[in-house]
């Protein structure tokens, strides 16, 4: 791990990353040595640091940390994460203090084959995302509600639950982006009011036909298609959710194949 270019598994108690979820970080695939979209991923985390008013270090540094960290991880996943820093004690932030950036790695996960030939089950969470349009869209540090969800259950054939708001509607999944197909036509959760906005969905978005717009779970049900999408698991379709079930994953394949090619 790297804390600000050094080596260390350490950082100060009084950092406002760990007193109050104050930063922002992605998430990056490291496959043969190559970072994937990580020039992409850097603007997605530049747009949320200025979000989040908290500078964010520059491109041409954080890839020279980067490339040093290729050289040792092959195959791995790296998390690059921006705090504001080190700050005296109280909420409001300091306009003296110093940004600290933390590169973390570990291993790539391991997931089922079948996942992707055959789809998942997946359930619907219990806890509802509160509705915050000011951090709306922003992989903030703050992410108990994905943390509670996600405790809810442990059965290992369920590996991912999908989010509701407080008016009901979906948003996403616990760690990923949902998309449907609707008569034909594809269709993604507006995340203007909360959610994570990730760099796949953000993909998918760029070179295809999406409407973005509210999505209740009776469409959802009702769906041809309904899969999953984030920079570690790729695509994954839901072959059964809710008592709902899908046996053709067309469109999923396609958007996996496009996902590929770039």
């Known amino acids: 791990m790297l804390v600000n270019g050094v080596t260390s598994d350490s950082i100060s108690i009084r950092d406002r990353g760990l007193l109050y979820g104050d930063g922002v970080f992605r998430t990056v695939c490291v496959r043969r040595g190559i ?11 530049h747009h949320d640091c200025i979000s989040l008013v908290i500078p964010c270090p ?5 890839t020279a940390e980067l490339e040093l960290l290729l050289t040792q991880h092959r195959d791995a996943v790296f998390k690059i994460i921006v705090t504001r820093g080190v700050g005296a004690r109280g909420y409001a932030p300091s306009s003296t203090a110093q940004t600290t950036h933390i590169w973390d790695v570990a291993p790539l996960p391991v997931y089922p084959k079948h996942y992707v030939a055959l789809g998942i089950e997946a359930r619907f969470c219990d806890l509802r995302l509160g509705c915050q349009p000011r951090l709306a869209g922003i992989k903030h540090l703050n992410r108990l509600e994905n943390v509670m969800a996600a405790a809810e259950w442990q059965d290992a054939n369920i590996p991912e639950g999908l989010l509701l708001d407080v008016e009901e509607h979906v948003i996403e999944g616990t760690r990923s982006n949902v998309f449907l197909v609707i008569n034909q036509r594809l269709v993604t959760p507006d995340l203007s009011r909360c959610g994570v906005a990730g760099l796949q969905r953000d993909r998918i978005l760029a070179h295809t036909p999406v409407e973005v ?3 209740t779970v009776e469409a959802l049900l009702r769906a041809e298609e309904v899969f999953l999408v984030n920079s570690l698991i790729g ?9 709902r079930r899908w046996d053709d ?3 999923a394949k396609m958007m996996r194949d496009m996902l590929a090619k770039e």
């Open 35 to 45: 970072a994937q979209h990580w020039a992409l991923h850097y603007q997605k985390l």
């Open 213 to 215: 717009r509210r999505v």
């Open 235 to 243: 695509v994954w379709s839901i072959r059964a959710l809710a008592g």
């Open 58 to 62: 520059d491109f041409a540094l954080l």
């Open 249 to 251: 994953f067309p469109v």
